[in-house]
Structure formats: C-alpha cells, structure tokens
C-alpha cells in the first residue's frame, strides 16, 4: 500500500513540474522516490524535470528506471525516446516510438514524433505516414497540422504547407511559429502583403519577444525598406539587451551600423536600395 506521505510529495511535485517551478518539483519528487522506490511514474516525472533542466544524462537514467519498472508503459518508452532524439541518438529514439506504439496505438503524439525521426532520416513515406495517423487520431491538435506543414515546406510543397499552417493557426491562433512560417511560405510564393500581414501578427502576439522583431526587420531588409528594417533592429537589440542576450546584442549591433552606414551613404535614396 503506497504512503500517504509519497502520494503527498508525488503528486506535489507532479504540480510544481507543471507549473514550471523546476527546483521545487525535483525536491518532491526526490523525496517520493526515497519514500517508495518501486513506483516507475515518480522516475517518469523526475525525468521530465530533468530534461526541462537540461541534465539530459539524469534525464535517460529515469527513464530507463522507469522502464525497467514499468516495461508495458508506453508513455516510458515515449518519453525516453525524446531524450534520445535531443541526444542525436536518432535509432534509439525511432525504436522508443516503435514500442509506445506497439503498447499504445492510439498514441498521436508518438506518431508525430516518430514521424519527425523518418523526415530526419529521409524517408518520406513513412514520415507522411506517421502525420497522416497522428491527424487523424487527434485532428483537434494543431501542433500536428504545423509539423506536418513543416514537412510538406521541407518537400517544397508550399500549397500543402500553407493549408496546414492555416489549420494550425485555425486551431491555435495564438501559435506564433505557425505564423512565422506561414509568413515565410507566402514570401516564397511572392505575396509579400500577406508575408507582413502574418509577421506583424506575431509582433501583436510577442510584442516583448525580440526575435519577433528580428523576423520582420530582416523582411523589410530584403524588401529593402532600410529605415523600417532599422526601427526593428533597434526594438530587437534593446530586448536582447534587457534580456542579457549579448551575443545577439552585438550581433545586431553590427547589422544596425552596417544599415546606418548605407543611409549614410546613400542619403534619401538610401532608404530604398
């Protein structure tokens, strides 16, 4: 019979995890596991905590703890899987999916990620697959529509990107990457209005986000409106500043004294060469 004093600290800790207190949901699940070592979901969780760390290497033993608890659990194989994706293991992470799979067949998000290993290693039918399946299962889900437009932007088919970039944004308009990208498909496709239109959109959603600033800076750069890549350059610099992200500071600091120099230089007619 499990402690009241672990479901306690577990089920604390699953909280913190989920509000992002990192530090205080390690604590809890620490003390859970010292409590009851025998339970695979306080290694799953303290694994998940310690991959949002970075500490990748604590990260896989859990899991593989978990595992070795659990071994009919697809969610541990899962998640192991997306430790050995970051890890660069990309065979490991595929036979994790396979086995969540395999105990769990209606798993869209394990279709998903498996279908982001099979773009990685080029094969695209099966990547196709794997998106088509994890649509179908769980259709509401724009993160699948927006990783199967990635693909399909990847393959250079652009009108099959920008429906399912629609869809994403359709399902979650506040999914700014989904507009970036969208953005980036209309410029291929020469619609520069609708191009600004999505970029501008992703300035209303982020407006304190400098990379925001950043994506439609370079777009008037290469529509060649200088001062209006300028003024966002400027906006860009100062968050990363504020941010204490110096080496994109001094990075756009060098780009803003290169467009300065071509005003300079070029005087009115600067502003649109």
Do not use: H, W
Request: overall charge neutral; proline content about 2%; hydrophobic content about 35%.
């Amino acid at each position: 019979m499990v402690s009241q004093d672990y479901n306690d600290y577990f089920l604390c800790g699953v909280d913190e995890y989920e509000a992002g207190n990192l530090s205080a949901a390690l604590e809890n699940l620490n003390q859970a596991i010292k409590l009851e070592p025998g339970f695979d979901a306080s290694y799953l969780y303290r694994g998940n905590v310690y991959s949002a760390l970075g500490n990748k290497q604590a990260a896989l033993s859990d899991y593989n703890q978990a595992i070795k608890l659990a071994p009919d659990d697809a969610s541990n194989y899962f998640n192991r899987g997306i430790i050995y994706k970051i890890l660069g293991d990309k065979q490991a992470a595929l036979s994790d999916y396979n086995q969540a799979i395999k105990l769990d067949p209606d798993k869209a998000t394990a279709y998903r990620y498996r279908g982001n290993i099979y773009s990685i290693l080029g094969d695209k039918q099966a990547a196709l697959s794997d998106y088509n399946q994890a649509i179908k299962l769980a259709p509401e889900d724009a993160t699948n529509y927006f990783n199967r437009g990635i693909f399909y932007s990847k393959l250079g088919n652009k009108q099959a990107a920008l429906s399912d970039y629609n869809q994403a944004i359709k399902l979650a308009p506040d999914k700014v990457d989904a507009y970036i990208l969208r953005g980036g498909v209309y410029g291929d496709l020469g619609d520069k209005q609708s191009q600004l239109s999505n970029y501008n959109q992703v300035i209303k959603l982020k407006p304190d986000e400098a990379d925001s600033y950043v994506c439609r800076g370079s777009f008037y750069k290469d529509l060649g409106n200088k001062s209006a890549a300028l003024s966002d350059f400027e906006k860009a610099k100062n968050l990363y500043l504020s941010q204490g992200d110096t080496k994109m500071y001094n990075n756009l600091v060098e780009e803003i004294n290169k467009i300065k120099k071509e005003l300079k230089k070029g005087g009115i007619f600067g502003l649109f060469k």
